[in-house]
């Protein structure tokens, strides 16, 4: 060791130097961190972040369940009324009396909606608490209505979906006219809607068909809205049989 002052070799062990008396200041050995200890540290660090991952993981993977449990609500409350027309369907021909006791459905012989029982033709109906309205005037969301001849069996069975026509009366804006011209006889429903791509407006089941209505509305060449009521007619297997479209006018809204 040297001192700085005087230069004086002094041993290593020196505090004071023996030549000028000038202290001898030491620097501090720098402590090594041990190596298990700084394992730990950064182990600390990953558990944590980890943690941290997985609670963030599992907020999110709580929220996809829980906006995937509202859309199957939802998905299962509007299918209801299809759900009901399908299994009053099955008591075509037989009488209302049987289709009551059987299925357990609860049908009524008036609407709580003055527009239904003003603008449709039944004998019984089941209809979604719920309400729209179409141009002001209040619809149930859905209605499933029956129609009876005269010995009280069931002829016709139609679900009708209201929402359909919410946001304009005339029913789905379509970028054309839609034609099934191309569309073979006995082809599969699946392959015909995806020429059609509209939610369907009712659907009426009867003794040997089941025929799929849609209302939907395009501009013409002027810029004027055109409404169509489009019919689609299958078998009971759901087999395309033969379809109408025709221009619907005020008159007839």
């Known amino acids: 060791m040297v001192c700085k002052k005087c230069k004086e070799v002094l041993p290593d062990d020196a505090e004071v130097c023996t030549c000028c008396g000038a202290k001898i200041k030491r620097k501090k050995p720098k402590e090594k961190k041990d190596r298990s200890a700084f394992d730990d540290d950064r182990q600390r660090a990953k558990s944590s972040l980890s943690s941290k991952i997985k609670i963030i993981v599992t907020v999110a ?5 829980v906006a995937i449990v509202i859309a199957l609500v939802v998905s299962l409350v509007s299918d209801d009324g299809k759900k009901t027309a399908e299994v009053l369907s099955e008591y075509i021909g037989q009488s209302m009396l049987d ?21 449709m033709k039944f004998n019984y109906l089941i209809e979604d608490d719920d309400s729209v309205k179409v141009d002001g005037i209040k619809f149930p969301k859905w209605v499933v209505t029956v129609c009876l001849n005269d ?4 002829v ?8 359909t026509c919410k946001k304009n009366h005339k029913g789905q804006k379509a970028d054309k006219v839609i034609n099934l011209d191309n569309v073979m006889k006995n082809e599969k429903y ?7 791509d509209l939610d369907v407006y009712s659907i009426k089941y009867e003794n040997a068909f089941i025929t799929y209505t849609y209302k939907y509305y395009y501009e013409d060449e002027a810029g004027n809205e055109q409404a169509v009521r489009l019919t689609v007619t299958y078998n009971v297997n759901m087999e395309y049989q033969y379809y109408s479209s025709a221009l619907v006018y005020p008159d007839d809204i």
């Open 61 to 65: 993977l709580a929220a996809v369940a």
């Open 151 to 154: 010995s009280d069996e069931i």
């Open 190 to 196: 699946k392959n015909v809607e995806k020429e059609i």
């Open 156 to 163: 016709t069975v139609t679900y009708t979906d209201f929402t």
């Open 99 to 119: 289709a009551r006791n059987d299925s357990d459905i609860k049908v009524f012989d008036e609407s709580k909606f003055s527009a239904v029982n003003n603008a």
